[in-house]
């Protein structure tokens, strides 16, 4: 059948290779049963999961309420669309715009701001961590609390476990059209954190074209301190190194700041145990005393044989 | 030959026969056996061929204690070669038998057959032996592959993959150093190089630790050393200083003795339980402007992550004050008189620097001093805070509640003062009572001074 799971330990570096092989040696089925997923959506199935047996039409909900509700909700985002344009690029007036150096992004001053933003945690693959997000006291932060564990699911392929994280979600324009953050007129990431001394990693998505760079995340470590005291955190743009599915890649290159789609903290320092980290506001800001463009080498480094 | 056979066999049956065997016995046994083995099998093991067959092949010695158990379980799954560290596994378990194990691997067969499925068994086992920090036993692990075998001779063994099982052993073997944030050296460079040759996946994968190790290696503003402090006072007074975030901040340890009669344990009353807590000149400050008549908090615990310890530390706060109260204290220019501390500058033609964000200021009230203990009773926390009140002595007029939850922490703000567990109380003229928020036994105060 397909390669024997015991002895080889799950391929991480020669994955290119390997997932082709297993995917065509996977028993063949008959033609009329379940659908198989499209080229387009990708091969991979994430260890542990099941597969989906669905016809892609499936999941829709097709009701009516719904319906009413979107196409209010929609119109009137699509109205504010066509009246922003009047007033300045991004609904700014154009000197705001040009001059601003600090934007706030996100500020958790509401049960709506928490909306925005999406957790998970290693259940999804069958681990035991727990992850919860819900307004700090005062309305005025966001607490993101949980338990991490590292023990990983007994499901024969993966060997590492015990992450959480808290994702932001892709802003929507009018009828779930993508829209996308543009930060190319600033150069730093500040955040107003207070941690309790765990490190955190950065995760940064950005719009791609093609579709071998859905998984590319820019990441960078978080450090927070512990204890009562607020924590500031300013993290140049130029800092962030792009990873694949959560390994490091060789060839480097600078964050682009005109298509960002989402920004994520995660977790995954395996220390077992509860952990818990408050944020006050995640912004931007341009910091005309930072002139690195990149921190890493751009050139080849690891030249073909 | 035989006769040395022999004396291992005896050696051994008596090892097996005893319970308790101490490592360095063993180590030292095997290694006067060893020496009596010929030298052919350990000056060349590095730079051996084995596409030749070896002259004294048909004398591998084995040690004889392994000799009975191989034949009987000769099982032949697929799963992880851990028959020979379960059988060390009686044993206490060090590095010394860590290598002893590997050393009785590598000399029981000169083609190291199965060396794949041992190093995984010992990767696994690492842990439990408590060498999975140790680069030595990684090199010598590393060891145990033959040496240029898996050397690609030609551009098309290049091009596919040679000997995919041992190229992904060594890169596994890499991750779990690269797991566990250990640095290798030129030696694991040299084995690697030796063993699968410079071009191959675990080269790379060597070439990609050497390269963002170091770049990420001191990036971390507050760093926690690998080898914490054992000592819980050190331990406390090195998280305290660090969750300080002020340089002039003094630590202070506080001893309790708990009464006798309050304590379950009989053995523990006598001995002193220290507190360590901090304070600095600026919240002594902040402490002695603060109003008697709005009450101070003692919070906690928090939790303070180092690395794989957790240590929880009691914040002792206030409510912020409400803006009518606020008094603004105008900047004393003599403070400081080395740079003007409030400039007003007028640019009319610059658009200006606008540094601050758009957003509203948190402010969660005042912290006056923080301290770390295990045990978060009332005796402690209360003698910390008569400890406080030597060098603070607004302390004895204002009224201290106590906040002890366990759970998701955050400072809480101004408008939770209605909790239901709170307890209001008196402020006497000298001592204060105390009265714990959780349900506890009616405990004496603590007024006595040392």
């Given at each position: 059948m397909s390669l024997p799971k015991i002895s080889l330990p799950s391929v991480r570096l020669l994955s290119s290779i390997h997932h082709h092989q297993q995917q065509l040696l996977l028993p063949s089925t008959s033609p009329l049963t379940g659908p198989k997923r499209a080229v387009s959506q990708g091969e991979y199935r994430r260890p542990g999961q099941p597969k989906v047996d669905k016809?892609?039409?499936?999941?829709i909900n097709f009701g009516f309420s719904k319906g009413f509700d979107g196409v209010k909700k929609h119109l009137a985002l699509l109205k504010k669309e066509f009246s922003d344009r009047w007033v300045g690029p991004q609904g700014k007036p154009i000197l705001e715009h040009m001059l601003e150096q600090n934007q706030v992004l996100?500020?958790?001053?509401?049960?709506?701001?928490?909306?925005?933003w999406t957790v998970s945690s290693d259940q999804e693959i069958g681990g035991q961590s727990e992850v919860h997000l819900k307004l700090g006291k005062n309305q005025n932060t966001c607490l993101l609390y949980g338990t991490l564990s590292s023990?990983?699911?007994?499901?024969?392929?993966?060997?590492y476990s015990g992450y959480c994280t808290m994702r932001s979600k892709q802003p929507l324009a009018s009828f779930d059209r993508k829209k996308h953050y543009d930060w190319s007129s600033f150069n730093t990431l500040h955040l107003r954190v207070r941690g309790d001394g765990r490190p955190w990693m950065i995760n940064i998505a950005t719009e791609t074209?093609?579709?071998?760079?859905?998984d590319d995340i820019y990441n960078y470590f978080l450090y927070t301190r512990g204890g009562p005291y607020w924590q500031d955190v300013k993290i140049p743009f130029s800092k962030f190194f792009i990873t694949h599915r959560g390994r490091i890649q060789d060839d480097q290159h600078p964050l682009w700041l005109d298509k960002v789609n989402t920004i994520g903290f995660t977790l995954g320092?395996?220390?077992d145990g509860p952990f818990q980290l408050e944020i006050d506001f995640v912004g931007v800001c341009k910091d005309y005393a930072h002139t690195e463009e990149f921190a890493y080498e751009v050139y080849k480094r690891n030249p073909e044989i | 030959m035989k006769c040395a056979r022999c004396l291992l066999q005896l050696q051994c049956l008596r090892l097996v026969g005893q319970s308790a065997r101490s490592a360095a016995q063993h180590g030292a046994l095997l290694r006067s056996t060893s020496s009596?083995?010929?030298?052919?099998?350990?000056?060349t093991q590095v730079l051996r061929r084995f596409h030749g067959s070896p002259a004294c092949a048909k004398r591998r010695?084995?040690?004889?204690?392994?000799i009975n158990e191989d034949d009987k379980k000769r099982d032949k799954s697929?799963?992880?070669?851990d028959d020979l560290f379960e059988q060390v596994a009686k044993e206490v378990k060090t590095k010394a038998t860590f290598n002893k194990v590997v050393d009785v691997f590598i000399k029981r067969d000169i083609r190291r057959r199965g060396h794949v499925e041992f190093i995984y068994a010992a990767l696994k086992k690492m842990p439990e032996f408590g060498v999975e920090r140790d680069l030595v036993v990684y090199n010598k692990l590393l060891d145990v592959f033959p040496k240029?075998?898996?050397?690609?001779?030609n551009f098309i063994q290049r091009m596919f993959n040679h000997y995919p099982r041992q190229q992904e052993c060594g890169v596994q073997l890499l991750e779990q150093m690269e797991n566990y944030g250990i640095m290798p050296n030129m030696e694991t460079k040299v084995l690697l190089v030796q063993i699968f040759?410079?071009?191959?996946h675990p080269m790379r994968k060597y070439q990609r630790i050497m390269y963002w190790f170091p770049k990420f290696k001191?990036?971390?503003?507050?760093p926690v050393p690998?080898?914490?402090?054992?000592?819980p006072v050190d331990l406390a007074r090195f998280s305290l200083t660090r969750i300080?975030?002020?340089?002039d901040a003094k630590v202070t340890v506080y001893q309790t003795h708990i009464h006798p009669d309050l304590c379950s344990f009989s053995l523990f009353s006598f001995l002193p339980v220290l507190t360590p807590g901090i304070q600095s000149p600026s919240q002594m400050q902040l402490l002695a402007q603060h109003s008697p008549s709005r009450p101070v908090f003692v919070e906690g615990p928090f939790p303070l992550w180092l690395r794989k310890t957790c240590v929880y530390y009691y914040v002792l706060r206030a409510d912020p004050t409400p803006p009518d109260e606020k008094v603004e204290e105008p900047f004393d220019?003599?403070?400081?008189?080395?740079?003007?501390?409030q400039l007003d500058l007028d640019l009319d033609r610059d658009f200006g620097d606008?540094?601050?964000?758009d957003v509203e200021d948190l402010d969660e009230g005042p912290v006056f001093a923080m301290c770390m203990t295990s045990q978060g009773d009332q005796a402690v926390l209360n003698q910390w805070i008569s400890g406080l009140q030597q060098n603070n002595p607004i302390l004895g007029q204002v009224p201290t509640l106590f906040r002890l939850d366990a759970g998701p922490r955050e400072l809480q703000?101004?408008?939770?003062?209605?909790?239901?567990?709170q307890h209001r109380t008196d402020p006497g003229p000298q001592r204060e009572e105390r009265q714990p928020e959780?349900?506890?036994?009616p405990r004496r105060s603590q007024g006595a001074k040392w």
């Open positions: 016809f892609p039409w499936q999941p996100w500020e958790f001053r509401g049960p709506e701001s928490l909306e925005q023990t990983p699911p007994r499901d024969g392929e993966t060997r074209y093609f579709s071998h760079q859905k320092d395996k220390a | 009596s083995q010929p030298d052919m099998l350990h000056n010695p084995v040690p004889a204690e392994f697929l799963v992880t070669h240029e075998v898996f050397v690609p001779r040759g410079e071009k191959g001191h990036i971390n503003p507050f690998q080898q914490l402090p054992e000592d300080a975030n002020d340089l220019p003599e403070r400081c008189l080395a740079f003007p501390l606008e540094e601050s964000f703000g101004p408008a939770d003062t209605e909790s239901a567990h959780e349900d506890e036994e």
